[in-house]
């Protein structure tokens, strides 16, 4: 087994992040008010689906109470998938533009989450150090929202929801704000039941490219009927809106960062 992740950029954070740690504070305050009841909700809605998918094989047809009753399991179905924070506030085809930001407050399960609070903050800390806390929220809330739109309108129908391209689009921003510099890992594995551990450096921009290129794969499998439950299309929008941003940015107003360590 072999472990490895990103413990330092060579740059000190001398202050304290504010927009990262408050964006970080509004998704685990979003969890906590919505995540808890979805796993009484979902327990029922299964049941309710099931119930009506026996009803559907044990009579197609049936006589007019049997109908009664799936179209009661229906309605029963309807309002559970209405109920869910989550799936209500999800953002989707033609959906309201306003449901883009609040789709970015929410997540699936507790793993979703802290997938993103981790992007978020090995992204958003170097980044907000070098275009402030008022740049930082403008690109995750907008950029973010913006790159769902963009998943909507040209990647398949469903459900869009969490931080993910708000991420995507930090970590565009950091790829050009850092490209001079190399990111130090740190790995870990074990070899004759002894415990190995050592560092190596990754320039930043190939960094941009592995993760790139896995989204593009997982995108293009997604096209062709593959089913992820994946928002590859919002990655790579939300990674380029960071990108162009950061350049405009960078060019206008922003100090060059010490080349690389």
Do not use: K
Request: proline residues 5%.
């Amino acid at each position: 087994m072999f472990l490895a992740a990103p413990t330092s950029t060579g740059v000190r954070v001398r202050t304290l992040p504010v927009a990262t740690v408050l964006l970080a504070l509004a998704l685990v305050a979003c969890a906590v008010w919505a995540l808890p009841g979805r796993e009484a909700l979902r327990v029922a809605r299964h049941g309710a689906e099931a119930a009506l998918a026996d009803s559907l094989a044990s009579a197609p047809g049936g006589s007019r109470l049997a109908m009664l009753e799936r179209d009661a399991l229906r309605a029963q179905v309807g309002a559970l998938a209405a109920a869910d924070v989550v799936e209500a506030t999800a953002y989707s085809r033609g959906a309201p533009a306003a449901l883009a930001v609040t789709a970015l407050c929410l997540h699936g399960d507790v793993a979703h989450l802290v997938a993103n609070l981790i992007g978020l903050v090995l992204a958003g800390v170097f980044v907000e150090i070098v275009i402030g806390p008022v740049w930082t929220l403008l690109l995750a809330i907008a950029g973010g929202a913006l790159a769902l739109h963009v998943d909507a309108a040209l990647g398949p129908p469903g459900l869009l929801v969490g931080f993910s391209s708000a991420v995507a689009v930090l970590f565009g921003a950091y790829t050009v704000i850092y490209r001079r510099r190399r990111i130090r890992f740190t790995y870990v594995y074990l070899e004759h039941l002894r415990v190995v551990h050592g560092h190596f450096h990754v320039p930043a921009p190939a960094i941009a490219a592995i993760w790139l290129a896995q989204q593009w794969i997982g995108m293009t499998l997604v096209a062709h009927g593959e089913s992820a439950g994946i928002a590859y299309a919002s990655h790579l929008a939300g990674f380029g809106l960071g990108l162009v941003a950061a350049v405009l940015l960078q060019h206008r107003r922003l100090p060059d960062p010490a080349p690389a360590v």
